[in-house]
């Protein structure tokens, strides 16, 4: 049933702002919930998830040095604060029977496994969600670049970005009602046109390794899942 069609192994990427909810802040219970209930159908299909969350609903070290905290601090700060999120994934996960690790890029020992591709590899063949949390583990770069990098390096297969649109449109489909959803596109063709997918320092390192991007709705029921098993969903960004 479609199973020839299927990712093998996919990174998904959601933002830490997603779980914050309409408040933008913090966790909503019941968007962990939603989030991880979308992961299971995908992890019960036999598809192996690794998964990034951002920070963006607790810090952003961008917004702290606007208020007068030093970069790297306030980086600091937005990498603890996707281990955070990944905490209460992980716990959600598991709640609903799933398999799950979470590792971090730094060490955090009595928190947190340490992030390796190699030991990240076997947790994954193992059936778990591997939560990749901490970002890169180095300041000045995003959640994005995190995804894209782990990916890359766990050989997934596609990074799935899960975003509040179901794709990549020919303009901002909320202010203008005529923009139309890009089923696919190269690359290049996102840089000509200007459209907004990732940050430029992710993009490119997904380029540069041909690693395909999808965004999808998170917010859409089964959309995970659908596009995990090769339906038409969302937008498909590749050489
Ligand atoms: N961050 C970082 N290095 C990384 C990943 C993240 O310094 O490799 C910090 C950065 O301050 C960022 C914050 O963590 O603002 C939260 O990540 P992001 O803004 O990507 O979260 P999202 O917008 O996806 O919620």
């Known amino acids: 049933?479609?199973?020839a069609d299927n990712m093998r192994r996919i990174l998904l990427k959601i933002s830490g702002e997603a779980l914050g909810?309409?408040?933008?802040?913090?966790?909503?219970?019941?968007?962990?919930?939603?989030?991880?209930?979308?992961?299971r159908k995908v992890q019960d299909d036999g598809v192996q998830v690794a998964?990034?969350?951002?920070?963006?609903?607790?810090?952003?070290?961008?917004?702290?040095?606007?208020?007068?905290?030093?970069?790297?601090?306030?980086?600091?700060?937005?990498?603890?604060?996707?281990?955070?999120?990944?905490?209460?994934?992980?716990?959600?996960l598991i709640r609903q029977g799933g398999k799950c690790v979470l590792m971090s890029a730094y060490g955090i020992p009595s928190i947190s496994a340490q992030y390796s591709a190699v030991a990240g590899r076997k947790a994954l063949e193992d059936g778990n969600v591997v939560i990749v949390a901490g970002g890169t583990g180095s300041p000045f770069f995003t959640t994005d670049t995190t995804a894209v990098l782990r990916a890359i390096e766990l050989k997934c297969d596609e990074v799935m970005k899960g975003t509040k649109v179901d794709g990549v449109?020919?303009?901002d489909p909320v202010k203008d009602p005529s923009a139309v959803r890009?089923?696919?596109?190269?690359?290049?063709?996102?840089?000509?046109?200007?459209?907004?997918?990732?940050?430029?320092?992710?993009?490119?390192?997904?380029r540069d390794h041909h690693m395909p991007i999808r965004v999808f709705s998170m917010n859409n029921e089964g959309a995970l899942l659908r596009a995990a098993t090769g339906k038409d969903e969302g937008t498909l960004v590749s050489d």
């Open 51 to 92: 998964l990034v969350i951002g920070g963006g609903n607790i810090f952003r070290g961008a917004a702290l040095q606007k208020a007068g905290l030093d970069r790297v601090a306030g980086d600091q700060m937005g990498m603890l604060a996707t281990v955070m999120n990944g905490l209460a994934m992980r716990d959600e």
């Open 169 to 171: 449109y020919t303009a």
């Open 21 to 39: 909810g309409s408040a933008g802040f913090g966790i909503e219970p019941q968007i962990l919930a939603h989030a991880a209930s979308e992961i």
């Open 182 to 206: 890009y089923t696919s596109l190269s690359f290049n063709e996102v840089l000509a046109k200007e459209l907004q997918v990732m940050d430029l320092t992710a993009f490119v390192l997904a």
């Open 1 to 3: 049933s479609g199973q």
